[in-house]
T-cell receptor, first 111, second 113 residues
Framework: ELKVEQNPLFLSMQEKKNYTIYCNYSTTSDRLYWYRQDPGKSLESLFVLLSNGAVKQEGRLMASLDTKARLSTLHITAAVHDLSATYFCAVTIQGAQKLVFGQGTRLTINP | ETGVTQSPTHLIKTRGQQVTLRCSSQSGHNTVSWYQQALGQGPQFIFQYYREEENGRGNFPPRFSGLQFPNYSSELNVNALELDDSALYLC????????????FGAGTRLSVL
């Protein structure tokens, strides 16, 4: 059974600091997604990573994928308050129809 | 704005009742997936529909059922509601069955008392 684990689950950080969220998964996957969720809101797609070594960046967020280690990272550079949200990684396996999500990382950025 | 709309936004039911949740997919998307998100947890896959046929199911009992219509809108039906069914229910549409990016609706918050 495919399992996805994120850490940390809670992260409180100050503005302008850098930090990384980690996402480990248990079996070979052909794509990995990062989503953002604001309180009471739905999921917003951030990144789709398709191959080993893939790196994508959008603003202060950068995601990478190491399929050999079954690890993805979401790096936050010089955090700002607007990035406060819960971040989920999700994984699929070839031929499967579902996304398997991690538990989420609740990120709080303090002034 | 993802173009996926869900109704109602909030719903309160009592244990044992039945509920129907609705989802209107993004235009041109023939695949819809439903997820249950309990408070403080990640979404859990319920099932997926592709061109009106069920195309995969998660670990949910048969009292969770669905429909997809020719216009690709869909419904999630839950019978014999239990307290643990209280959650945010999300639908997601995608252009292809092989899991192109899934676009999520805002969800329906179901409370079972």
């Amino acid at each position: 059974e495919l399992k996805v684990e994120q850490n940390p689950l809670f992260l409180s950080m100050q503005e302008k600091k850098n930090y990384t969220i980690y996402c480990n998964y248990s079996t070979t996957s052909d794509r990995l997604y990062w989503y953002r969720q604001d309180p009471g809101k739905s999921l917003e797609s951030l990144f789709v990573l398709l191959s080993n070594g893939a790196v994508k960046q959008e603003g202060r967020l950068m995601a990478s994928l190491d399929t050999k280690a079954r690890l993805s990272t979401l790096h936050i550079t010089a955090a700002v308050h607007d990035l406060s949200a819960t971040y989920f990684c999700a994984v699929t396996i070839q031929g499967a129809q579902k996304l398997v999500f991690g538990q989420g990382t609740r990120l709080t950025i303090n002034p | 704005e993802t173009g996926v709309t869900q109704s109602p936004t909030h719903l309160i039911k009592t244990r044992g009742q039945q509920v129907t949740l609705r989802c209107s997919s993004q235009s041109g998307h023939n695949t819809v997936s439903w997820y249950q998100q309990a408070l403080g947890q990640g979404p859990q896959f319920i099932f997926q529909y592709y061109r009106e046929e069920e195309n995969g199911r998660g670990n949910f009992p048969p009292r969770f059922s669905g429909l997809q219509f020719p216009n690709y809108s869909s419904e999630l039906n839950v019978n014999a509601l239990e307290l643990d069914d209280s959650a945010l229910y999300l639908c997601a549409s995608s252009l292809r069955r092989d899991l192109d990016i899934q676009y999520f609706g805002a969800g329906t918050r179901l409370s079972v008392l």
